[in-house]
């Protein structure tokens, strides 16, 4: 890219960009700086340190310092919070940028007015916002392939408009200018139009909020479904990053796993016995420093650490007998609260498929170990139930890779159950899956379903979201949560604001008897969680209307709330990620049978499905009713990994990894920051 600067002005709010995901630069200007005092909040500093690797601690752009957990509530900016300009601001070059391979003046060739064939913008769409400490927009188009191609941006807050030609079908913003543009224009349009030489012009809308999103996202990527030590990873990044980096791999863990006997994973897919060879479905510990993760069937639970240098170790909260319990088989996602975390206590919340016991033994009855598991016939009861897990457990564990242990394991989780787990009562005649625990430790969402399919939902003809009270783990009655339980659709997936306010959830429209797990007309909706307001169905679902996609089509699923909602000038700011098959980059393998996992995937069957990606969204609470959603934003950083290089980025290597990109959490991780780097592949 060539940029003339003999005519820029002084850019206002010059913050330093070339700091990736996880680290804050220390040079960031106080305007861009949390308050000192959190108000809203419930613990927690919201005051800054800039030395830890994790979340980001400021407004600025760019990977950030920890601050350390901040627990559930809003930050709330305050009405002082104003931009840096307020007019006439000198954000934008007042010369052309030129991308490689432009040259000369092509100005020309835009003369008149704009007719015939226009391009596509697919990004930023229009009707988005973005956080003011977001990845630089890129302008992204289709139908243009190989034309000359202006770019003009316009803001009525700046001077000039910025002007731009490209011959590719991408163009990034450049740092400065994003950093200028993001501290200055907030809640305003900014107009994007793309121009083909000689033919018709395309134009979109996006805006700025004037508060940034907080936290880190940590998101499972693979190559396909197979189980194996190199077809899944875990991936993050904060806002501001141009890359991303790899969290955690199947063979960083170090903790040994179990098959459903019980006795040790037997070697397969390249894994030696006890090796872990799956990271899905993770979810993250309140303090952001571990990742819960379901590993391969029979779907048991492990922990392990995503800290730098610790990545793949077992926490050292977790006692032996509490790393058992956790391997009890058929278990779900996993669901954390800050309220219920610390020294006398660290549980989760999952669900358990309890298999019609074969053992003369009442108390082996929610063991769910049995030898007549083998070969998959397990008598699954089709009903799952709620299950709190103390991974501090008190209590003397077999050695799992003795050879006598598959006798001991049983009677040792049998025994503690009552003491490191034990069942929630939920009064639901129908089974619960996917639950999803609150930030006060007051309440527990689920998916109610007639059809449970060890953790997930089957084939059912009724699932929604129900709340129980959590009450120590003692449960209570079950009801179904208005908003999200409309008996004609299939609501699933719930999780909380950081606030508690609002739930987002998975729909879709009917049921119909089919597998729900991970369905192309899935949307996603959000709704209170008190269950005083109706289903909202967010703008992000709907890519642009000239992609010739449709919302109901595209996969969007598995939706996480950004750990730090903001409030400015009276309104509250929350951020959505999800995952979405739109303008997918290509196939992949998602067949279960062992004969056709490993069939190339040329043409969308049963067996290939679009490759899916990472898009955020905002929703914003005014307070006067219904929330305004935003359309979505495409994370084009989540195709660049970013591995070496030393702390100034010099050595840095960047690869294209296409992923089908899975099931965000978005925490204040405490991971390494993404090495700084200048090469983008876009």
């Given at each position: 890219?060539?940029?003339?600067l003999s005519s ?5 709010c010059?913050v330093?960009l070339?700091s990736?995901?996880?680290?804050c ?6 305007r861009?700086?949390?308050p ?11 005051t800054?340190d800039t ?7 400021f407004?600025?752009?760019?990977s950030?310092g ?8 809003i930050?709330?900016m305050g009405?002082?919070v104003v931009p840096?300009?307020?007019a006439?601001?000198?954000?934008f070059?007042?010369?052309p940028i030129?991308d490689?391979?432009v040259?000369?003046?092509p100005?020309g ?12 913008v697919l990004e930023?769409q229009d009707?988005?916002?973005?956080p ?22 316009h803001?009525d807050?700046?001077?000039n408009?910025?002007v731009?030609y ?12 994003w950093?200028?543009l993001a501290a200055s224009?907030w809640?305003e ?7 083909q030489a000689s033919?018709?012009?395309?134009v979109?809308?996006f805006q ?6 907080g936290?880190?996202v940590v ?7 197979q ?6 990873t ?10 991303v ?19 040790l ?7 030696a016995?006890g090796?872990?060879?799956c990271?899905?479905?993770h979810?993250s510990?309140p303090d ?7 590993n391969?069937?029979p779907?048991n639970?492990?922990m ?10 077992t926490?050292s909260y ?10 009890l088989p058929w ?6 609260s800050?309220?219920v ?8 919340v ?21 030898g ?11 009903k799952d139930?709620?299950?709190w897990?103390?991974?501090?457990a008190?209590g003397?564990a077999?050695?799992?890779t003795?050879?006598n ?8 989780v049998a025994t ?5 787990w034990?069942i929630?009562?939920t009064?639901d005649?129908r089974?619960?899956v996917?639950?999803a625990w609150?930030?006060?430790?007051k ?8 059809s449970?399919?060890d953790?997930h939902?089957?084939?059912?003809k009724a699932?929604d979201i ?6 120590a783990g003692?449960?209570?009655t079950?009801?179904?949560v ?6 004609s659709?299939c609501?699933?997936y719930?999780t ?6 609002y ?10 008897n089919k597998?729900?797990?991970?369905r192309?007309d899935g949307?996603?909706?959000?709704a209170k ?7 909202i ?10 992609s ?5 089509a595209?996969?969007?699923s ?5 750990p730090i909602p903001?409030?400015?000038k009276?309104?509250t ?6 995952s979405?098959?739109?303008d997918s980059w ?16 040329t043409t969308?069957s049963?067996i290939c ?7 955020m969204?905002a929703v914003?609470?005014d ?18 990994v970013?591995?070496g290089?030393?702390?100034m980025g ?6 294209d990894?296409?992923?089908t990109?899975v ?5 204040e991780?405490q ?5 700084p780097?200048?090469t983008?592949?876009n």
């Amino acid at each position: 890219m060539k940029l003339s600067l003999s005519s820029w002005s002084s850019l206002a709010c010059l913050v330093s960009l070339t700091s990736v995901v996880f680290s804050c630069s220390s040079d960031t200007p106080s305007r861009f700086r949390e308050p000192e005092t959190g108000s809203g909040t419930t613990g927690g500093s919201t005051t800054g340190d800039t030395s830890g690797a994790g979340g980001t601690g400021f407004i600025g752009t760019g990977s950030g310092g920890s601050l350390g957990y901040i627990e559930a509530g809003i930050i709330p900016m305050g009405d002082g919070v104003v931009p840096a300009c307020m007019a006439n601001c000198k954000d934008f070059p007042t010369t052309p940028i030129l991308d490689t391979g432009v040259s000369g003046d092509p100005s020309g060739m835009f003369q008149g007015s704009a007719s015939g064939t226009a391009p596509c913008v697919l990004e930023p769409q229009d009707g988005s916002m973005f956080p003011n400490n977001w990845t630089r927009p890129r302008i992204h188009v289709k139908g243009a392939a190989g034309a000359l191609l202006q770019i003009t941006i316009h803001a009525d807050r700046e001077a000039n408009d910025l002007v731009a030609y490209t011959t590719k079908d991408t163009w990034i913003m450049p740092k400065e200018v994003w950093t200028g543009l993001a501290a200055s224009v907030w809640e305003e349009d900014i107009t994007v139009t793309v121009r083909q030489a000689s033919g018709g012009a395309s134009v979109s809308k996006f805006q700025i909020a004037p508060v940034p999103a907080g936290g880190s996202v940590v998101y499972w990527g693979s190559t396909t479904t197979q189980p194996g030590l190199t077809t899944s990873t875990l991936y993050g990044f904060a806002p501001g990053d141009d890359g991303v980096i790899q969290t955690l791999t199947p063979k960083d863990v170090t903790a040994k796993i179990l098959d459903q006997s019980p006795s040790l994973k037997r070697a397969e897919f390249g894994a030696a016995v006890g090796q872990v060879r799956c990271i899905g479905c993770h979810t993250s510990t309140p303090d952001g420093a571990a990742v819960a993760f379901t590993n391969h069937w029979p779907w048991n639970i492990s922990m392990a650490s995503i800290k730098s240098g610790e990545a793949g170790t077992t926490p050292s909260y977790v006692t032996p007998m509490g790393a058992l319990i956790a391997q009890l088989p058929w278990q779900g996602v996993t669901t954390f609260s800050p309220a219920v975390w610390g020294d006398t206590g660290r549980r989760y919340v999952s669900s358990l498929a309890p298999r019609k016991t074969y053992s003369a033994d009442p108390s082996m009855s929610y063991a769910t170990w049995d030898g007549s598991c083998v070969g998959g016939n397990c008598n699954a009861t089709n009903k799952d139930v709620l299950i709190w897990v103390d991974l501090q457990a008190a209590g003397t564990a077999p050695d799992i890779t003795a050879t006598n242990s598959s006798s001991l394991i049983p009677q040792a989780v049998a025994t503690a159950k009552g003491t490191g787990w034990d069942i929630i009562p939920t009064g639901d005649t129908r089974g619960a899956v996917t639950p999803a625990w609150s930030h006060d430790g007051k309440t527990i969402v689920y998916t109610s379903t007639d059809s449970t399919t060890d953790g997930h939902v089957g084939t059912p003809k009724a699932c929604d979201i129900y709340s129980v009270p959590y009450n120590a783990g003692m449960g209570g009655t079950a009801v179904a949560v208005k908003g999200a339980s409309d008996p004609s659709a299939c609501e699933y997936y719930p999780t909380f604001s950081a606030d508690d306010k609002y739930l987002a959830y998975n729909r879709v429209a009917s049921v119909g008897n089919k597998p729900i797990y991970y369905r192309k007309d899935g949307e996603i909706y959000i709704a209170k969680a008190d269950g005083t307001g109706d289903a909202i169905r967010l703008k992000a679902n709907d890519p642009p209307m000239c992609s010739g996609e449709q919302g109901n089509a595209i996969f969007n699923s598995w939706p996480k709330w950004s750990p730090i909602p903001r409030t400015a000038k009276g309104k509250t700011y929350y951020f959505v990620v999800f995952s979405s098959a739109r303008d997918s980059w290509g196939l992949i393998n998602v067949s279960s049978q062992d004969g056709q996992r490993t069939q190339p995937c040329t043409t969308l069957s049963d067996i290939c499905e679009p490759a899916s990606q990472l898009y955020m969204a905002a929703v914003v609470d005014d307070g006067s009713g219904a929330p305004k959603t935003y359309s979505a934003v495409y994370m084009w950083n989540q195709r660049n990994v970013v591995s070496g290089g030393d702390a100034m980025g010099k050595g840095a290597k960047v690869t294209d990894t296409k992923t089908t990109n899975v099931t965000p959490a978005w925490n204040e991780f405490q991971i390494p920051p993404v090495p700084p780097t200048d090469t983008v592949i876009n």
